[in-house]
């Protein structure tokens, strides 16, 4: 992923992507985890959370005039959200 981050034009796009990467890495494993133990309401909060986040970050990007990576970033969460749901915790009956 760091040597991709060097392929962006801007300080700004790099710092988006990084902090995308991480936020989604460590929500997805706390998900995974509270679906696990069965802590149905903290895992969907973790998963709104993660969604409202992106919504925010996407609208920095589009005041930033980064419109085009602002969409590509909204539905890249919605859609990994979506998919991780259906993976972690439809199945644990959430």
Known sequence: AVPALLLMPDQTLRVAALATV???AVSL???QWLAR???AFLALLVLLAT???AARAAVSLDEAGYTT???ALLLAAVATSLISWR???APAGI
């Open 37 to 39: 133990r069965q802590h």
């Open 69 to 71: 990576p602002a969409v």
């Open 51 to 53: 969604v409202f986040a």
């Open 22 to 24: 991480v936020v989604g």
């Open 87 to 89: 993976r972690f915790e």
């Open 29 to 31: 494993c706390a998900r």
